[in-house]
């Protein structure tokens, strides 16, 4: 996150402290779709009790809005709400007998700016304009439309094979592309950890 | 470019947790041939899982929920806005609730408090009684006789309102004089002792004044006229038609005699006595003859019956008398005795 968009955070921030509610949705059409997911992917949790968690949160950050004090970042103390909910959840279901598959794991706030939605999407769009337009086409209909392989060649009137290969080809550029932007995985590292 | 395909086939189904124990196996051993496979993997895996997930935050329907979220803050402001309100109005009002309270509890007894709850005594024919009011005073009812009073009193006058007779020792008061409602008029008292018989087919209303001092008023247009002072000994007769006045001199002794169980008769007309001898009985008692207007009657009856008096005062005066018993009507209900009073044959 650039020192720009901190200080525009903490501007917001201060709008939003004196009751100004465009700055509280600015803050939701940002987070809220990352913390969602972010909750989701970290904690295994459902999507239901998901979404109530972090609108749970967000009706917090406005109603203690006066009280709030903003040490790192708006997007952190977010995300760390969102997380500490999480725990508190896991550890009402594991005392109420549930197996707990994943303990969350510190990350750091350059991991958190890949659950930041327009963030990961303009990466993914100067990423995927280096694409030949076919390789892109499958790449998108794969991902992005959940299409199935086999799918893809009906849709697009090409074999299999050529599917598997402009994948392939895809993937070959986009990793090159993303190398620099996108931190390593946590669940990587974790798995890694765990070898 | 084959085994490539095939590694990224399968790093894709491992992305989407679809990867079979067979398939895993081939993976791990692909990744541990080199560092190279090893970078190439978390590579692509990083493209397949940010891609994943952006289509995992692009399928969030962010502007609905926020509408949720904006309704629970509004509900929530609600509810604040009305406990805060709350507050203030409980705030507000503590102080004149506790005046009230410490008014009502302590006030309550130093008087004033308005009871307009107004019960009401009545005694059947042949049977008297006795009663105590709130203020402490006494009243005897006669027979056949109402009254009407307060359960508590109230107010600066005390008052009560009598049909038929009743005699009244008044508890001395007089700061809050004591009234009796008769018909159009009322006898003020403080602390005295009278009888007043007002009975509905009484064409007079008579106060007699044993002891002490009451006023006949009347209220006209809201204020109170006064219609005269009755001495000791006196009585006042009203005339309910013509609301004449008269005061006499008076026997005690005849007017007081129902206390005791009698029924007391001194040279009174025929009149008087049919009218008293009716409240006494139950009776409807009838003069039938015009010319016995003139004659008056001096007797005394204690346990006698209706017929045993009519037979006494028949032998000193020139009367005769028929009884006919309670008949039925025709709404099976029994109509009071008649007693028909004529002229005898002498």
Redesign the interface.
């Known amino acids: 996150m650039e020192i720009k968009e901190h200080t525009q955070e903490l501007f917001l921030f201060a709008e939003m402290k004196q009751g100004k509610e465009y700055a509280f949705d600015f803050f939701f059409n940002y987070y809220y779709p990352g913390l969602c997911v972010y909750a989701q992917n970290m904690f295994s949790l459902p999507e239901e009790e998901t979404k109530n968690m972090v609108q749970d949160v967000f009706l917090k950050f406005w109603n203690d809005r006066r009280k709030i004090v903003i040490t790192t970042s708006v997007r952190s103390y977010l995300f760390v709400s969102v997380k500490n909910r999480s725990l508190d959840y896991l550890k009402k279901k594991k005392r109420q007998g549930t197996k707990i598959e994943f303990e969350g794991k510190d990350f750091s706030e350059e991991a958190i700016d890949t659950y930041v939605l327009s963030e990961l999407e303009t990466l993914f769009k100067e990423s995927l304009d280096k694409l030949p337009a076919r390789c892109r086409e499958v790449f998108e209909l794969s991902r992005f439309e959940g299409l199935k392989n086999r799918d893809i060649a009906k849709q697009l009137d090409i074999s299999e094979k050529t599917v598997e290969n402009q994948m392939t080809k895809a993937l070959k550029i986009l990793k090159l592309e993303l190398k620099d932007y996108l931190p390593l995985l946590i669940l990587f590292e974790t798995f890694h950890f765990l070898k | 470019?084959e085994e490539?395909?095939k590694i990224?086939?399968l790093i894709?189904l491992e992305c989407g947790k679809l990867l079979n124990e067979q398939q895993q196996k081939e993976l791990n051993c692909w990744l541990e041939e080199s560092s190279e496979h090893q970078s190439?993997y978390?590579?692509?895996?990083?493209?397949?899982?940010?891609?994943?997930?952006?289509?995992?935050?692009?399928k969030?329907d962010?502007?609905n929920?926020?509408k949720?979220?904006k309704a629970?803050?509004g509900k929530?402001n609600f509810i604040r806005k009305f406990y805060i309100g709350f507050q203030r109005v409980a705030a507000f009002l503590i102080v004149p609730l506790m005046l009230y309270s410490i008014w009502t509890l302590v006030g309550e007894p130093l008087g004033n408090r308005r009871n307009t709850i107004t019960k009401s005594t009545e005694t059947s024919f042949g049977v008297r009684s006795q009663i105590q009011l709130s203020d402490g005073t006494h009243v005897w009812l006669n027979s056949g006789s109402k009254l009407f009073y307060p359960e508590e009193f109230s107010g600066k006058k005390r008052v009560v309102k009598l049909l038929g007779e009743a005699y009244f020792q008044v508890q001395s008061d007089k700061n809050n004089p004591f009234y009796v409602e008769a018909g159009n008029y009322m006898v003020k008292a403080t602390g005295t002792r009278f009888n007043i018989s007002n009975y509905p087919d009484d064409i007079e209303i008579t106060t007699f004044l044993e002891s002490g001092k009451v006023e006949l008023v009347a209220l006209e247009e809201g204020k109170e006229r006064s219609y005269g002072r009755l001495l000791q000994g006196q009585k006042a007769v009203a005339n309910k038609a013509n609301g004449k006045i008269a005061t006499y001199e008076a026997d005690g002794e005849k007017h007081l005699s129902w206390m005791n169980g009698e029924l007391m008769f001194r040279r009174d007309s025929i009149k008087d006595v049919a009218r008293r001898l009716g409240h006494w009985f139950n009776a409807e008692v009838v003069i039938d003859d015009k010319r016995l207007e003139e004659y008056v009657f001096t007797a005394t009856f204690t346990n006698e019956s209706l017929e045993e008096a009519l037979r006494l005062l028949s032998y000193s005066s020139d009367i005769e008398y028929e009884i006919i018993n309670n008949q039925q009507r025709d709404d099976s209900s029994f109509a009071k005795r008649k007693v028909i009073i004529r002229k005898g044959k002498k």
């Open positions: 470019m490539r395909n990224y086939r894709e190439d978390e590579e692509v895996r990083k493209v397949l899982m940010y891609s994943q997930r952006l289509d995992a935050m692009k969030i962010v502007s929920d926020l949720q979220v629970k803050i929530e």
